[in-house]
């Protein structure tokens, strides 16, 4: 919350003041005597210091509202508009960006898939060319299989020009599929800007806690906040792709460390 | 040669199909977790399980478990495919009798190298 820097350095000046005067007046109160009045001033600090913890819970609640409503992207045209309206948390946009990116990996997998096979027979054909071609020139072809050879070099010249066209239109198409990029990098980037936010409006919760621990007078046992030892069962889950493995000791950073583990395993 | 690859992405599924293709195993059939797959290997006649380790449902690690622990199966060659990069996850693949471990992102000639030193070793 950048509008509330009071929060690094404690409590509001009011509620320190309200303190100050009303823990004053309580000790005049009990030194003369008057336990009932006292009693009562002891309630109105407790009330000071909620209704400093609800105006900060309260400001804390706005920031993140605001966070999430502010939370759009541009949409490049109308379809891509009707398609984004429709998607109101980061989860569905985070689901949107699997959406895509499985789109285009598999339109790109059916272009490579088709032009494979293409390929190959380009491949097959002029080997099987070449084979008659190097055995003409070692004069060992008969005239009437020459006139077959030129009809076939003739086929293939043509084969090849077809198909090369649409080797080139299906990388072409490769090249387009990679678009989904931009627009699942620009989703991504607005979710990050999201969880940095609310790191920060997590990181002034704690802060506010801290004043309210003030307040209270409460001691936290950190050590009971230790993570716990992870289960097997947790273990057995799984923990995805991990980010700055080579910063990482306990994390292989490629196949060659994954190869070295396992033969220092004996296998 | 049947191979079950187990991945439930179907896109990876798709990339390892290709390359296996590619090395010359053309009969493979896809399952999207392990509960889907060990039924299919108890009945299928599979001579090659490639998994992947963090799927919903059952992961690959206890469908490894649950076929090193089933009579019929528990020499059926394994092969785990994984992004699961930490050291005693690969220790626990292991010891839980995984026949080879290749990390994601990999490459054609990684998977090839891996799965031909697979069978060479079972020859």
Known sequence: MSNN??????????????????????????????????????????EVRDQSLYREVGRLTRSLHEAIRNFQIDPRNAEQQEALSKMT?????????????????????????????KAMALKEQAASLR?????????????????????????????????????????SEILLAQDFQDLTGQVIQKVTGLVKEVEDHLLSLVVMASHVDQITGTVHDLSEAEPAEPDEKAADQGHGPQINAADRSDVVSGQDDVDDLLSSLGF | MKILIVDDFSTMRRIIKNLLRDLGFTNTDEADDGNTALPMLKSGKYDFLVTDWNMPGMTGIELLKEVRADDNLKTLPVLMVTAEAKRDQIVAAAQAGVNGYVVKPFTAAVLKEKIEKIFERIQ
């Open chain 1, 5 to 46: 820097n009071d929060d690094e350095k404690g409590l509001d000046p009011e509620v320190i003041e309200k303190l100050r005067t009303q823990a004053a007046e309580l000790v005049e109160q009990v030194n003369a005597g008057d336990y009932a009045r006292a009693m009562g001033l002891i309630n109105e600090l407790n």
């Open chain 1, 89 to 117: 948390d980061a989860s569905d946009r985070l689901e949107y960006v699997v959406q895509m990116t499985s789109k285009a990996a598999n339109r790109t997998m059916d272009l490579v898939e088709d032009t494979m096979p």
């Open chain 1, 131 to 171: 084979d008659d071609w190097q055995r003409l020139r070692r004069r060992e072809m008969e005239p009437a299989e020459f006139r077959e050879l030129y009809g076939r070099i003739d086929n293939f010249f043509v084969s090849l020009t077809d198909e090369a066209d649409s080797i080139y239109g299906s990388l």
